[in-house]
């Protein structure tokens, strides 16, 4: 079965900088276009940034772009997330979710929170 | 890239219909296919219940209905069952390629 379970969330100082992983399993990853998605505390779903199949093509949201960068290991199966200059609004639940064809996602992981505080 | 225009809230008692709207612009919702309907319980997270505007992925309940019209979609839940209560998100596929979310829609059975 599909599963998808991310992982490197914690607490960080704003300005620092985090990685999160994304491990995936029972399917074929280097197939999928994958995303990041992020819900602060009692918000709403924000897309993040999307990395096609095999890592040639990056998008991001505007108010991340030039701060995280999305990356993909197809032979570990493993998505990324790289956090850096960290701000307080950043602080959310992250969500590493499959893109199908059709363009929806089809499978979503548990998240991991991230919280910027001193 | 800003955020689709959902209702904040929605609500109807058991037994009744209701539908949640979803408005963007001909960037987006507007210029394509690709709108899909999340449902979100409290710490979980979301499922896919409506993508390509109106099809139904295998396992979600016939009660789930989308459509289009210009820059709005909507989600129709007939039938409503206290089940249902949860949070609603739209998506859309954008000019970008990008992709983005509405504010969400809390939907409350009464």
């Known amino acids: 079965q599909v599963q998808l379970v991310e992982s490197g969330g914690g607490v960080v100082q704003p300005g620092r900088s985090l990685r999160l992983s994304c491990a995936a399993s029972?399917?074929?990853?280097?197939?999928?276009?994958m995303h990041w998605v992020r819900q602060a505390p009692g918000k709403g779903l924000e897309w993040v940034a999307l990395?096609?199949?095999?890592?040639?093509?990056?998008y991001y949201a505007d108010s991340v772009k030039g701060r995280f960068t999305i990356s993909r290991d197809n032979s570990k199966n493993t998505l990324y997330l790289q956090v850096n200059s960290l701000r307080a609004e950043d602080t959310a639940v992250y969500y590493c979710?499959?893109?199908?064809?059709?363009?929806?996602?089809?499978?979503w992981g548990q998240g991991t929170l991230v919280t910027a505080s001193s | 890239q800003s955020a689709l225009t959902q209702p904040a809230s929605v609500s109807g008692s058991p037994g009744q219909s209701i539908t949640i709207s979803c408005t963007g612009t001909s960037s987006d919702v507007g210029g394509y296919k690709f709108v899909s309907w999340y449902q979100q319980n409290p710490g979980k997270a979301p499922k896919v219940m409506i993508y390509?505007?109106?099809n139904r992925p295998s396992g979600v309940s016939n009660r789930f209905s989308g459509s289009k019209s210009g820059n709005t979609a909507s989600l129709t839940i007939s039938g409503l069952q206290a089940e249902d209560e949860a949070d609603y998100y739209c998506s859309s596929y954008t000019s970008d390629n990008t992709r983005v979310f509405g504010g969400g829609t809390k939907l409350t059975v009464l």
């Open positions: 979710a499959r893109e199908v064809a059709s363009i929806f996602f089809d499978y």
């Open positions: 390509d505007v109106s």
């Open positions: 990395i096609s199949y095999d890592g040639n093509s990056k």
């Open positions: 029972g399917f074929t990853f280097s197939d999928y276009g």
